[in-house]
Structures are given as structure tokens and as C-alpha cells.
């Protein structure tokens, strides 16, 4: 235990000394405009900082260079939940049952019923299956029914190319990058929660013990270092799949080329950039 | 941390509700501050000449509340400290990126407008008053005793057109506040073109309310007649504003359940249950029909003396709280509905706390221990101001 906190603080050491050898160089390389950095680069920065964004201080990654999607397939997906719990742990999220970055629905229609039932693992009867607010499971309520259709359905972040979310915030703390991710930034949000109202498909929550909003962010602390988001990575039927568009053979570009895909609420004019197989019209 | 039970299917990030008491209060105050401005306005720059008595009353009423307005939503930050980020990098497609900038303007506006309106008495005072408060008075006249014609109506002038900039400033500000509900598309329940209409009119009913509930209490309490057609006049505008009120939120309502949009059956849940207390008889019933109908029933029977004062007084209590549970009702109902449009959130207020409800009534409360404080140093009655007057002329 120990061993790992050790091997934590030091890997947490690296990363800030790496993140600040990374601005010194984009700050030397603005300064005295050297070929110390490829073409590219410079020019990324001058266009990033042209417009007014700030440049991500992640060593050995270009924002302009990437644009991040997300692709579900409800079709294989079994409801095990590892997804959300891997997400809770990797991100730090409040662990009950009403702060989720992530999370699974799961529709249910019965022999001569029209609509589903919609449940999730917030549900109290499924809380009480697990036994405790920071385990997720899907109780085996309706074993007795006969059961015509059902399926589940992971929800996360859209991402979405019109963010609802940025357009309300009154700071500019939440903010859309170069690279389609939509990101807040914790030490300037003031906590309004206008956000989480603006949002149509709940994806935000308010962190009451930070005081501020949050939100699923494709781990962009991972995707940033060329790995997969949490997610993606712990779920073991490959319903989640992560990419860069601009890869034309990824995983996501793959996907959204081989498949019919849909949006979820496309009436919002929100453009989201999870990409969803296999959902019904009765999705929320 | 609220949690909220829930029936039928709601996004787990939804189970507790963001926009409490508080942000109940916040467009509320506002509502005071628009209207209580109109009632100002309809003297200063109308020409209501009934409404004098009450005049300089309003403008107090007016600024002790909009001093006040910026407190719930400060209280409500997760991060009260940081509220200035959003005056120092404003993100301007936000709608309450502009709240810091407008409240600021309006309250110099306010403050100025009652600093011309009472620079009379100021200067009066500063002249006979002796010890601390003539200091207070001292500074407050700005080092300027002028009080010849020409300055007066140097003053009248300014008076004039800072009322007159403040009917759009006043009336904006609320509208907006309307806005910032009624511009989200996530929420069927909010998202209505009527919504700042809606806020706008029955801000200004609230506002009327309050300055006719609290002249009448101030009659009492300095035990002078109340001003019939002053009282009259305001209860006319009171039913005015009422008409058009009670007309928008039913066309609002009626095209809502008219076109019947995705959601729009559990929408009729709520509004068949949950809201049949807070909309149906407290907002509708109890607050709007009611106090019209006695205002009609007096009007049509030519009601006057002490009969008149109560219900008038009586209707306006009425009107205030039926405002009140709008605002209840849009801020907590909208959150009620959950976005899924599957499933209802009953929220349960907490008593203490930051979110809490005595938070939330003490916020409320705070407006008229200022007002208090601003009667007792800007006297608005005018038979005092007229008596100080007096006094400096004898000398």
C-alpha cells in the first residue's frame, strides 16, 4: 500500500516536473521563435494562441492534431457496471449513487407493454441489490416477467460540437478544446451550476465537497498520453469504443463508417459526438 | 446533500436538485425591484400625481432590494470567492455573464436617482444636524448646498431622465432573469419565448404589492391616513398588470399542453398532481383569482375608506405570495420534471444550512431591515421632508 503511494507520488512528481519542462519549452519557443520545435508545432501555437485559447502544457501533444470520438455499441453491452465503477475510481468521482460521469440504463419491455421501464443503478431497488451506494449492480427485478425486449444503454458526456453547457457558462471555466473534448477548468469555475441545468442528457453534476461542476472528459488525462479513457478500457465486451477521427482506420473511425449510427436528442441542435448502435427510439 | 426520491426514470446526476430555495429568491427580489421601480417611474416620469405619496418610497423599496438581489446567488456558489471571474473574463454567450454588469449599472442608477431625489433633506440635514450623522449627511451632499432653483431643476432634470433610463434598466433585468430560464432547451417546463414576458409582468405586480402592503403598514405604524386615491391608483395598476399576467402564463401553459411535445405526459403528471397545492390553489387560486376578484368586486362597488385600505392591503399580501409560488414553481417545478421526460423529483427543502430554507428567508428578510435603516435616514414621507423643509427656511 505504502509502496504503491510512494510509487504514485513519484510518478505524480514526473508529471509535473514533465508538465512544466513542457511549458518552459513552448514558452522558450514563443519567446525567441527558435526551430527548437517542428513547423507544425510553432504554427499551432501562434494559431492557438492567436485566437485567444491557452495551449495545453501536455509534453509531446498537439490539440489541433486530434479529433477525439466516441462510439457505443448498446448491442453487446451486458450491464456488469465496470465501466462506471472504473471511471468513479479513476476520476474521483463522489462515490454514491448521484455523482456519475458514466453510468448504464437499462430498458425493459414486458409482454403487452408499449413502453419500457427505464431503470439505472441509482435506482433504490437496485441500491438495495448491491447493498451500498458506492457498489453498482442491476438487481434481477424482473425474473418473473416475461420479458419481450431489453437492453442496456452506457451514457457519458456527448462532447457535443454546439455544448450547451459552454454556451451558458458565465466564465468560460467549461470550455470546448482544439481536439472536440468539452473540459472545465476546476480552479476558475464558481460553482453556478448553470451548466448542469443546460445539459439535456444529465451528463454534469455538482461536486458539493469541491464545489464545482464535473463531468466525463473521455479521461483526457489518458487520451492525451495516447491511452484509452477508463471506460473504454475495463469494459470486457468492447460496447465502448474510442478514437481519433482523424485517423481514418481507428477504432472509432471504423465503427462509424461500418455501422448506421445515431445521436442521442439530435433535436437539440447539440451535435454530440457519442456515436450510439443499436438504442431504440424509446432512449432518453 | 439533498437527495431527492424519485418516480418513473430520472438521470442519476438529476436526484439532487441544483437550483434550491435560494435561486427561488433571486429572481423574486428582482420582481420587487422592477416593480416597486414602476410605481416610481409612473410618478416621476408618467405624471401619476396620485402616486405621490409614495413616490421616493418605492425608489427605497426599490434599492433596498436590488442591493440585496446579488446575495442569494453568491450564497448559492459552489465558489463564492471566484464570483468576479465572471466580471473579469465575462463568457458572453452566457446570459448571466451580463448579471454582475447589469446589477452593477442598475444599482448606481438606483443610488443616483435617490441620491437627486433626497439631496434636498441631505442638505438640510448636513446644515442642522449636529455630531456623527451630520458628518454622514456631510459627505452624502457631495460638498454641494446648493438648493436655488436652478439647481433644483437642474436636479428634476436628472431625476427624469435617470427614471426613465431605469424603466428599461429595471424592466431588462428582470426580463433577462427571465431569459435565463426560459432560454434553455433542456427543460420543457422553461423553455418558452413567454418566459421573460411572464416574469417581466408579474415582477411588476409583486413590486406594486410590496409598496402597497408597506405603505399601508407604514400608515399604521405612523398612524396617518392612507392615501385613498393614491391607494386606488396602485390597485388599479395592480389589476391592470394582472390581467396580463394571468394571460401569458395561460397561453404559456395552454401551448406547452397544445403542442404536446415529447415529455409532455409527464408534464401533465406533474401538473395533475404534484403541482395542484403550490400552482392550482396557492399561485392560481388563492394568490391570483382571489385578490382579483376582490379588487374587481371593490372597484365595481366603489368601495373607499377603511374598507377599501384592507382589501386592498388584503389582495396584495395575496399577490405577493401568488408570485412567490411562481417562482417556486418555475425554478423548483422545472427541476421537478426530470430531463428524461420520464420521471417526476419530489424535492424536499432542507431547513438549515446553506441551501436550506432559513437561508433562503433570512436572504428574503435582509431587504426590508435595510429599508428600515434608509426610512429612518431618508425620510420618504413627504410631510416630513416638507416639515424639514420648513425648518430651513424659519432659520
Known sequence: MEENEQLEKQQRERRDFLSCLG?????????VATNALSPQATAATREAAADGSPVPAIPGYDWTKHSWAFGVDAT?????????EA????????????????????????????????DSHHDPVNIEASGSESEYRFANRYKDAKVDKA???????????????????????????????????????????YCVQACPYGARYFDEEKGVSDKCTWCYHRI??????????????????????????????????????????????????VFYVGIDKDVV | MDVSPFTGYVYPNETIISWTALIVVYPYLTGLVAGAFTISSLYQVFGFRHLKPVAHFALLVSLSCMVVVPLPLLLHLGHPERAFNAMITPHMTSAFAVFSYAAAFYVILLMLET????????????????????????????????????????????????????????????????????????????????????????AIISGTALVIVLYVLS???????????????????LWGFMMFTLLLEGVEFASLVYRGREGIEIIMEFVRGPLIVPFFILQFGIGSVLPLALITFMIWRGTSGKALVVGVAMSAVLVLLAVLMMRWNVVIGGQEIAKTGKGLLAYHPAIFGREGLLAAASVLVTPFVLLLVMIRLFPPWEEEATSASLVASAR
Open chain 2, 115 to 202: 441620491w437627486f431625489v433626497f439631496r434636498p433633506y441631505i442638505v438640510h440635514q448636513a446644515q442642522q444636524r449636529e455630531g456623527l450623522l451630520a458628518w454622514f449627511y456631510r459627505v452624502l451632499s457631495l460638498g454641494s448646498y446648493d438648493l436655488s432653483e436652478k439647481a433644483m431643476n437642474y436636479d428634476r432634470k436628472w431625476i427624469f431622465a435617470l427614471a426613465i433610463i431605469g424603466i428599461p434598466g429595471a424592466h431588462g433585468l428582470h426580463g433577462y432573469v427571465g431569459f435565463v430560464f426560459g432560454s434553455l432547451k433542456s427543460r420543457e417546463w422553461w423553455s418558452s419565448d413567454l418566459m421573460p414576458a411572464i416574469f417581466l409582468f408579474s
Open chain 1, 151 to 193: 437492453f442496456f444503454v452506457p451514457k457519458l458526456c456527448n462532447q457535443c460540437t454546439h455544448p450547451a453547457c459552454v454556451q451558458v457558462c458565465p466564465t468560460g471555466a467549461t470550455y470546448k478544446t482544439k481536439d472536440g473534448v468539452v473540459l472545465i477548468d476546476h480552479a476558475y469555475c464558481i460553482g453556478c451550476q
Open chain 1, 87 to 118: 471511471c468513479k475510481r479513476e476520476n474521483d468521482v463522489p462515490g454514491d449513487a448521484h455523482h456519475f460521469r458514466t453510468w448504464v440504463e437499462r430498458y425493459v419491455y414486458l409482454e403487452d407493454e408499449d413502453t419500457p421501464r427505464i
Open chain 1, 76 to 84: 453487446k453491452c451486458i450491464g456488469c457496471l465496470r465501466c462506471v
Open chain 1, 224 to 273: 492525451t498520453k495516447g491511452l484509452q479513457p477508463a471506460c473504454v478500457e475495463a469494459c470486457p465486451v468492447g460496447a465502448r469504443i474510442f478514437g481519433d477521427r482523424n485517423d481514418k482506420q481507428s477504432p472509432i473511425s471504423q465503427f462509424i463508417r461500418n455501422n448506421r449510427v445515431q445521436v442521442l436528442r439530435p433535436e437539440t441542435g447539440n451535435a454530440p459526438n
Open chain 1, 23 to 31: 511549458s518552459a519549452i513552448a514558452c522558450g519557443a514563443a519567446a
Open chain 2, 219 to 237: 400608515c399604521k405604524l405612523r398612524k396617518v391616513a392612507v392615501d385613498l386615491p393614491c391607494l386606488k391608483v396602485m390597485a388599479y395598476a
